[in-house]
């Protein structure tokens, strides 16, 4: 069992950036795949990043490619997801996710979640 906490949402204007950071309990952080999702109310949760165990593959939704920057730090159990110029789209509430078997963007594919944080850009 993992257990996933995010955290660093919160409110901020367009153009602003934002760091979420999700912390993984356990002492085998290194063997899971993460993934960085998001889900706006009346839509589908959506993937917008993933990065493999030991950080050298990196995946991006175009919608944020460019803008977000998924990383890890296996020693403190920690991955991040950097988000610059965010945009009104960007809303949602976001979960970092473990993947004990493959790497992917498919949220069928993830085994554990993390709670959710919330991250509201105005215009």
């Known amino acids: 069992q993992v257990q996933l906490v995010e955290s660093g949402g919160g409110l901020v204007q367009a153009g602003g950036s934002l760091r979420l950071s999700c912390a993984a309990s356990?002492?085998?952080?290194?063997?899971?795949?993460m993934g960085w999702f998001r889900q706006a109310p009346g839509k589908e949760r959506e993937c917008v990043a993933v990065?493999?165990?030991?950080?050298?593959?990196?995946w991006y939704a175009d919608s944020v490619k460019g803008r977000f920057t998924i990383s890890r730090d296996n020693a403190k159990n920690t991955v991040y997801l950097q988000m610059n110029t965010l945009k009104p789209e960007d809303t949602a509430v976001y979960y970092c996710?473990?993947?004990?078997?493959?790497?992917?963007?498919?949220?069928?594919?993830?085994?554990?979640w993390g709670q959710g944080t919330q991250v509201t850009v105005s215009s």
């Open positions: 996710a473990a993947a004990r078997f493959t790497y992917s963007s498919s949220r069928s594919e993830y085994d554990y």
């Open positions: 356990g002492r085998t952080f290194s063997s899971y795949n």
């Open positions: 990065i493999s165990r030991y950080g050298g593959t990196t």
